[in-house]
């Protein structure tokens, strides 16, 4: 199962830590959805999920402040008692000092942001969904090409990350080589990334490791990118018969969500990064509605239908 830190959802949205004493390294979140507790403060707890990080907004807090003080205790303590990863208070409304004292004793963290109940929430919400997300790592190299995500796969050697390095000087950017995490963020998106260890860098066979980073800029580096199309390098074979129309797409599968696949033979001469850019291309034109090969096909089949008119009809004696 997935989990996060709470120290890092914390870092990442630049919230400040009101339980100082409590390590958040030692804090948890394993679901990627919020609970807003208006109904838990008013005592209904069917339904709760413990699991969900709480975020307290205007609406709680001001029937907060309005609850009788001796219910309001009451209420505290059926709040921890519960569990939660962690409690975030938006708008910068600082919680009662209880609140926090009994918080701390049951090892909850709280959370405070300057920032709207509808901002952080959403923002969290989307956070979470990513980073917990179903995840597999993939042996590949992920490109960002014209603004469409391109996985290539392939055997170890056969020029993944020499086609990469020369994706990179023409203008398009890395996300990952060699491991590339994909996490599915929905029943449609397949977001790719890099373990946090070999970010921004390529192995190149006789050369070594290479900081594209540092060598070549900041520009031509992405930490994360949606999954458009899956380019598969294979060894050229005489007696196999490749795709030349490309009017049916085909598919492969990760997690459950297809993506557009090419199976792309490598021979000596051919410029893999070149094909890769009108693979990236035609794979957005398509999106947007116009096939090329659909196209052809409909420029051969008028050209017939205006063949058998024009031919004179036979006369026979």
């Excluded at 959805?33 to 838990?40: F, K, T, V």
């Amino acid at each position: 199962m997935n989990k996060v830190k709470v120290s890092t959802l914390a870092r990442k949205m630049n919230l400040e830590n009101l339980t100082g004493k409590l390590d958040l390294e030692k804090t948890f979140i394993t679901s990627p959805d919020i609970n807003r507790p208006a109904l838990q403060f008013a005592g209904f707890w069917d339904y709760y999920d413990p699991s969900r990080i709480q975020i307290v907004g205007l609406v709680e807090y001001v029937y907060l402040q309005k609850m009788d003080p001796e219910r309001r205790t009451s209420m505290y303590r059926d709040f921890v008692e519960k569990g939660t990863p962690g409690i975030i208070f938006a708008r910068s409304q600082y919680p009662d000092e209880e609140l926090l004292r009994l918080a701390e004793d049951a090892g909850i963290p709280i959370l405070l942001t300057e920032q709207s109940t509808s901002i952080i929430t959403a923002e969290v919400i989307r956070w979470l969904h990513v980073q917990l997300a179903p995840m597999i790592s993939i042996h590949g190299v992920l490109v960002d090409v014209y603004g469409e995500g391109v996985l290539i796969t392939g055997e170890s050697g056969i020029g993944k990350s020499e086609a990469a390095i020369e994706l990179i000087k023409r203008g398009h950017r890395l996300v990952s080589d060699d491991v590339v995490e994909i996490r599915k963020v929905s029943d449609d998106s397949l977001i790719g990334s890099a373990p946090e260890i070999t970010r921004h860098f390529i192995e190149l066979r006789g050369i070594g490791i290479i900081d594209v980073k540092t060598l070549f800029g900041v520009e031509c580096v992405k930490n994360t990118q949606a999954i458009d199309l899956v380019i598969q390098l294979e060894d050229w074979r005489k007696e196999t018969e490749y795709d030349r129309m490309g009017i049916e797409d085909q598919y492969i599968e990760y997690l459950g969500n297809k993506v557009v696949c090419h199976h792309l033979p490598v021979r000596p001469g051919r410029n893999l990064a070149i094909i890769v850019e009108a693979a990236a291309v035609n794979h957005r034109q398509k999106k947007m509605g116009y096939n090329a090969a659909y196209e052809l096909y409909q420029r051969v089949q008028d050209n017939l239908t205006r063949r058998e008119k024009d031919e004179p009809d036979e006369f026979f004696y």
